[in-house]
């Protein structure tokens, strides 16, 4: 049986946080360095897998997301969706653009730029695919591949305005510094679930981005890789 959603994370207490790790070096957090890393990339295990367990009522699906980092002049930001209020799914929640795979699509690349592209209005053309991080499986049961790519201005992005309420970018820098990551419990009958959050506000805005649950892993996991 897979646990329970977890409706509201804000009210979820925070366990602690991870100051005690280094953050990721800023030599490595530039378009050829992560080029590199990924041609490199060998034996990483990921270590966050996600919350799917086996014997769910509900069978494994595929899905995919676009982990964009796009390349600006003040350094590489993550581009990042907040999902409108009136979804049934993740509703008002922070995500990448993404989605479930559809027979039409060859690879997780291919859902991941088609779902970009529909959901953002971001062209295929300005992505440079990098490589993919490991499998995450939801509470939810999709297998999600992040797929990781550069993405180059310029360009325009036309939201989806049924999914998508906003879309926004958060300094790699700042996702990549585990003193911003952190832990929560989840306390629930039977056992509890951990998750991580990394709340994020620009510095001119009153608006904070609760960056949690399937996306914080991602990120985390990234984290893990670029430190592998």
């Given at each position: ?93 922070i995500s990448f653009p993404g989605g479930r795979s559809e027979p039409e699509d060859d690879s997780p690349e291919a859902t991941a730029l088609r779902e970009a592209e529909e959901e953002v209005g971001l062209p295929p053309d300005r992505v440079e695919l ?99």
């Open positions: 049986m897979s646990p329970p959603r977890i409706k509201d994370p804000h009210a979820v207490p925070v366990a602690g946080h991870d100051h005690h790790l280094e953050p990721v070096d800023p030599s490595r957090l530039t378009p050829e360095a992560l080029r590199q890393q990924f041609r490199d990339a060998r034996g990483f295990e990921a270590p966050i897998r996600g919350d799917g367990a086996a014997g769910a009522p509900r069978a494994p699906a595929q899905a995919a997301v676009l982990v964009g980092l796009v390349v600006r002049e003040h350094g590489l930001q993550v581009m990042l969706t907040r999902r409108t209020d009136h979804l049934r799914d993740h509703a008002g929640q990098l490589g993919r991080l490991p499998d995450y499986t939801t509470v939810t049961q999709f297998v999600v591949t992040p797929v990781v790519g550069l993405v180059h201005p310029p360009f325009e992005l036309t939201l989806d305005a049924f999914e998508v309420a906003e879309a926004f970018e958060v300094p790699l820098a700042f996702l990549m510094t585990p003193a911003h990551h952190r832990r929560h419990v989840f306390q629930f009958e039977g056992g509890q679930r951990q998750f991580l959050s990394m709340p994020w506000r620009q510095a001119d805005a009153a608006h904070e981005y609760f960056i949690w649950g399937a996306t914080a892993a991602m990120l985390r996991n990234l984290y893990h890789f670029l430190r592998h």
